[in-house]
């Protein structure tokens, strides 16, 4: 497991893939709908900033911070990522006007909605490549072992979020 400390990497890899998929996991009747999006920004914070399309119901009749999920690929490149974590439809003028990056400020659109992904779990993964086949039995003995074992190549998980501190019983 990789602490909060590997999010320069996380941010790097997110700026060389650039686009994701996008989906709400909410459990409400309405919810966002799955789109690409293009990221405008990951900051310091692990949070990742992007605009989709306005849905053509009223932006006030979906929850405000829901779960979602965001896939990262390109083709050509050696690893992808997946990230889920809560997202918050930044859409009230004053918190528009209250944020301190101008960039993001500056693009909001009547046609587009903020949206702001608190990345709480990120799994990094490498594609493995045409010289990484080692013959059918060693193959094989991959995947054997990856059943048993439930293990996969190229995974690495991140926790971003820090855990609850123990409460100490009192005596």
Known sequence: MYIHSDLPFIREKIQDLRSALFFSQSSSLLRMTTTIVSIVKVDDLGQIWFYMPKPRQALHEFDREFPSRLEFFRKGKGFFLHIEGR???????????????EEIRDQAACDRVLIKVKMGKADYFESMTAQNHLGWWRELRTQLQAWLFNTRPGY???QLEHPMPMLRPVA
Do not use: K
């Not at 997202?87 to 990056?101: G, K, R, T």
């Open 156 to 158: 690495r998980p991140y």
């Open 87 to 101: 997202a918050f439809i930044i859409n009230d003028p004053e918190d528009l006007n209250s944020l301190p990056d």
